[in-house]
């Protein structure tokens, strides 16, 4: 049996606040690392134009953005996680 693969969506606005903007970048340059540290790792991007479209998301709890989802449980909330803290969690949930 092979390594478990585990996908990170990020879910932003399409046209999002200065504050959101920042955060938006410095998490896309985190999950580039991420992928870069592991291999077992997918990224997926969802752009939204409006936060009501955050209903019809899989995993979606706090709707804030922009936010993070691995492996279908939401881990962020309009924050920025630097790349240890996302592997962090990606190593924490494969020993759940």
Do not use: W
Not at 70 to 89: H, M, R, W, Y
């Amino acid at each position: 049996m092979g390594a478990r693969r585990h996908k990170i969506v990020m879910v932003d606005l399409l046209h999002p606040c200065t504050a959101c903007l920042i955060t938006d970048n410095l998490l896309r340059e985190s999950l580039e690392k991420v992928k870069q540290l592991r291999d077992d790792v997918d990224v997926e991007y969802i752009v939204i134009e409006h936060p009501k479209k955050l209903a019809e998301i899989e995993g979606v709890e706090v709707e804030k953005l922009p936010l993070l989802i691995v492996d279908g449980e939401q881990i962020s909330a309009g924050s920025f996680l630097t790349p240890k803290q996302i592997n962090a969690i990606i190593c924490q949930m494969e020993i759940e």
